[in-house]
């Protein structure tokens, strides 16, 4: 099965418009793609209420609307991509509430409410902000509520600056954690193709990081493009799945109704 399990619609504020779920059905539908996952964001904050989502009731109203006008061309599954919902606890609530068949858990603002992305990495000690960064990582996969670890790259992708090439290849005793918790509580880890447009020009986690999450025992994975516009659906796919083969994973596990399920790669 051709999978993609995290995109982004018009509902995103980051995404391009316009943009509906049933124009992202149709170009998965172009893509070749079996099964899809839309995953706006929700997210949550510390000092304020969630958002990033433009109106998050009628977003799942259309990912439902556009599952049910799709059905039989391609398997949609309901998604929301829910950033920090440890930090507010209206963010259990919010998923206690609605229907989803999947939830991605990010983390996308620390140590306060600034994105990892706005940092101003020339004058943070970038040592000191990686370990904030795992510790928070630590306590998101401790709170829980979600399905799949999101890009845990995230961090490489954004840090890069003059004379500094992050890296966590330094941190793997703090990587080893991540994904400890992240097998413990059954999260499918996720290979995410996001850094394909960047400085790193290849998908993410780093490779060694999923060698190491197989020799742990991780046998969940989950594959997404983050696609923030309607021609980068199903990007980076065949690289995801050379990677997880690589690593030895011959499956990736799609939630449906918040229950996992194997499903073979292809
Ligand atoms: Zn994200
Ligand atoms: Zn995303």
Known sequence: MRVDLHMHTEYSVDAAQPQSAADKVRACIGAGLDIIGITDHWD?????????????????????????????????????????????????????????????GSLHVMPDDIDIYFHDYETLDCDAFLHSYFDELLKMEAHGGFDVLAHIDYPLRVMKHEGYVPSFDQYMDRI??????????GYALELNAAGLGGWMK????????LYEYRRMGGERISIGSDSHTLDTVGRGLDDC?????????????????????QVALG
């Open 176 to 185: 080893e954690q991540v994904l400890r918790a992240c097998i413990d509580r």
């Open 202 to 209: 290849q998908v993410g986690p780093p490779q060694n990081i």
């Open 44 to 104: 949550y904050f510390r000092t304020r209420g969630p958002s990033e989502n433009r109106d998050v009731e009628a977003c799942l109203r259309d990912i439902r609307a556009a599952k049910q006008a799709f059905a039989g061309e391609i398997e949609v599954l309901t998604g929301i991509e829910i950033g920090e919902p440890y930090v507010d606890p209206a963010a259990d609530e919010f998923l206690r509430t609605h229907e989803l068949d999947m939830v991605i």
């Open 241 to 261: 799945i050379r990677n997880a083969r690589a690593a030895g994973f011959d499956s990736v596990t799609v939630f449906r109704n918040r229950r996992p399920e």
